[in-house]
Nanobody
Framework: QVQLVESGGGLVQAGGSLRLSCGAS????????MAWYRQGPGKQREFVAH???????NYADSVKGRFTISREHAKNTVYLQMNSLQPEDTAVYYC?????????????WGQGTQVTVSS
């Protein structure tokens, strides 16, 4: 069994910064792709950022230049540094990982962490 635990969400004023973390634990042989998604009020879940096992990154246009995704292999952890936050960034943020465990490759999601940006 693999669990993803997120932290770092909260309330911040526009222009502020937050750093989200998501750590994986359990029977993990290897971690591949890691990503962040978000779901704003009344909206569908959308892609935010992705990082490959080799460190290649990709971002949604709406966060390019403001958000940075990174990973720490030794801790099975992915981070999302969010700068210049705007009210439209308000959402529940979910981490997503492809994990090779005892049953082979599977996709896992975190429980979500709320980010609220006030104007």
């Amino acid at each position: 069994q693999v669990q993803l635990v997120e932290s770092g969400g909260g309330l911040v004023q526009a222009g502020g910064s937050l750093r989200l973390s998501c750590g994986a634990s359990g029977s993990i042989f290897r971690l591949d792709r890691m990503a962040w998604y978000r779901q704003g009020p009344g909206k569908q879940r959308e892609f935010v950022a992705h990082i490959s096992s080799g460190g290649s990154t990709n971002y949604a246009d709406s966060v390019k230049g403001r958000f940075t995704i990174s990973r720490e292999h030794a801790k099975n952890t992915v981070y999302l540094q969010m700068n210049s936050l705007q009210p439209e960034d308000t959402a529940v943020y979910y981490c997503n990982m492809y994990v090779r465990g005892v049953a082979g490759w599977s996709e896992f999601w975190g429980q979500g962490t709320q980010v609220t940006v006030s104007s």
